[in-house]
């Protein structure tokens, strides 16, 4: 898990989310995901 509890840095939660709303440009890119849009 990326954080847990209240006392995780602000930082960290927002590199995780950052990373994880990242991954549909990446995916889009990598071509390998196998999910199209219908």
């Known amino acids: 898990r990326p954080y847990e509890g209240t006392d995780a840095p602000r930082e960290a939660m927002q590199a995780y989310l950052d990373w994880e709303f990242g991954l549909v ?14």
């Open 25 to 38: 440009e990446q995916l889009g890119r990598d071509g390998t995901h196998g999910f199209y849009v219908i």
